[in-house]
């Protein structure tokens, strides 16, 4: 009997023999460790979500303002 060589595929099998075929993801991470404001820090993260945030609320200020979508205001 020859061993069969495992390679490191997308697809894996449970102990059942079911095929998982959900993506191999590397772990996520923040890096704690630096002090810079740029990349995938606390940080950044912090400042994109309230960005975010402030940005949803204008839009939906501006329908109601209006009364017009927004995809109407912008000529689409």
């Known amino acids: 009997m020859t061993e069969q060589t495992k390679?490191?595929?997308?697809?894996?099998?449970?102990?059942?023999?079911i095929l998982n075929n959900w993506a191999i993801e590397?772990?996520?991470?923040?890096?704690?460790?630096s002090d810079?404001?740029?990349?995938?820090?606390?940080?950044?993260?912090l400042l994109n979500g309230r960005l975010a945030m402030v940005g949803f609320t204008?839009?939906?200020i501006i329908e109601f303002v209006t009364g017009k979508g927004f995809l109407q205001i912008i000529g689409l």
């Open 26 to 33: 590397p772990k996520m991470y923040v890096d704690e460790q």
């Open 58 to 60: 204008l839009v939906v």
């Open 7 to 17: 390679t490191r595929t997308a697809f894996t099998k449970d102990e059942r023999g």
């Open 36 to 45: 810079s404001r740029v990349g995938f820090t606390e940080y950044a993260e």
